[in-house]
């Protein structure tokens, strides 16, 4: 009996060794990433695929949030079947997935029913009301992209949750700040011209004719992001007037809500997937051209003002496949913690056929005699900005 109690405890005893020993070598081999590696297949720590495209990402408590569209395999999984997907890490190498923070519904008659399409997630926090505000591009189920509306959600806590509050056509029946008054005195149709590229219809953009026509119900908005700036106000940043004109709106001071100053930014210019940040109290804008989900030559601007004027410093990337911004598209510019004057460009490599497959570009950006500059690298991490 005795004998028999001694081999069950040592069969015990190694049991529990043989699983402690498998636990320990499987922390060990984990792979655990130092370094951004632009284009290759980033794995969470979960060993899957980092789902989180057209993201942007908010610090809060010493911790990054990473929050992007969920995207599956196959055409249809460019539209919104999951959500918003959300990702946590303290050093921006190694995240751990924390599932979806904003999920579509079954319901038909909602807004954010499963396959409308959910675009470009970005959260700030509100000092004020101490609560998480999600805004995206938001294209409502079997309208292609005619919708152009901003969605909003709040959250209490970081990673969600998010319940869904409302979406608008912004600034409806309200001039932009940089509109002239000669220009409202005319009516769309007496400026708006029926052929496209002309001299006269690149005229009648920069004089509003958008604006306008959109004046009454709202203006579009698609590609965007959300800039808070040091004093604690928010901007709305996006690509409207049939992607022709960025817009440049203030949110209300609980960020739900559109105030009425707004301006209009490179009229004609053609901009989408606007990136912001702000660097000895100049603003710095990154955008791309519009073709699509495939990859052009991105643009950037500066201004002393969020309200203008914007100035068009052109090209910032430099070297191979500058012009196809390394086949990529901006979506957030990230300010590194604790690093001055360090700044991470966000990209997509988007793959619209296999949308899951998509890649993400992280380049260090570099003001250089007052423009920003990105420059191709292989491998790369935060120590480039201690140089
Ligand atoms: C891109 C845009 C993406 C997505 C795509 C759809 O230009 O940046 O966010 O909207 O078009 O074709």
């Known amino acids: 009996m005795k004998k028999q109690t001694s081999i069950r405890l040592l069969l015990y005893t190694l049991c529990v060794c043989i699983l402690f020993v498998n636990c320990n070598t499987k922390k060990e081999t984990k792979k655990v990433n130092a370094s951004f590696i632009s284009g290759e297949k980033w794995m969470d720590t979960d060993s899957l695929h980092i789902n989180a495209h057209g993201g942007g990402i908010m610090f809060y408590n010493n911790t990054y949030y990473w929050f992007g569209e969920h995207k599956v395999s196959g055409r249809e999984g460019n539209t919104a079947l999951f959500g918003v997907r959300c990702y946590s890490s303290t050093d921006l190498y190694n995240w751990k997935n924390e599932g979806i923070a904003l999920k579509v519904v079954e319901d038909s008659i909602s807004e954010i029913t499963k396959g409308c399409v959910i675009e470009r997630p970005k959260v700030v926090f509100n000092e004020k009301t101490k609560k998480f505000v999600m805004w995206f591009h938001l294209e409502l189920k079997g309208q292609g992209y005619n919708a152009a509306r901003t969605g909003v959600a709040i959250s209490d806590s970081p990673t969600g949750p998010f319940e869904y509050l409302k979406s608008y056509r912004p600034n409806v029946g309200v ?3 940089n509109f002239k008054e000669e220009w409202k005195k005319t009516s769309e149709k007496d400026t708006i011209s029926n052929k496209w590229w002309t ?26 992001t959300i800039f808070v ?31 009425d100053k707004w301006i209009t930014v490179a009229p004609a210019g053609h901009n989408e997937a606007p990136a912001i940040f702000k660097q000895d109290s100049v603003y710095y804008m990154i955008t791309s051209g519009c073709t699509g989900w495939d990859p052009n ?4 601007f500066k201004s ?20 196809l911004t390394f086949n990529s598209q901006s979506t957030y510019i990230l300010p590194v913690q604790g690093k001055k004057d360090a700044f991470i460009f966000m990209a997509d490599r988007w793959k619209p056929k296999n949308p899951i497959d998509g890649r993400y ?12 500059i990105l420059k191709w690298h292989d491998k790369w991490d935060l120590t480039f900005f201690d140089k």
């Not at 953009?205 to 958008?210: D, I, L, M, R, T």
């Open 175 to 177: 001039w932009p700040m």
């Open 199 to 224: 001299k006269e219809w690149y005229k009648s953009v920069e004089e509003g004719a958008f604006v306008k026509r959109d004046f009454e119900k709202g203006q579009m908005a698609r590609d965007m």
């Open 229 to 259: 700036d040091d004093d604690g106000k928010a901007y709305h940043i996006h690509a409207s007037e049939e992607n022709l004109t960025l817009h440049i709106s203030e949110l209300t001071d609980d960020y739900l809500d559109f105030t």
């Open 297 to 300: 030559a991105a643009r950037s």
């Open 304 to 323: 002393s003002s969020i309200w203008g004027p914007w100035e068009s410093l052109g090209n910032p990337c430099i070297g191979k496949d500058a012009d």
């Open 361 to 372: 570009i992280w380049l260090p950006i570099k003001v250089i005699d007052g423009k920003p």
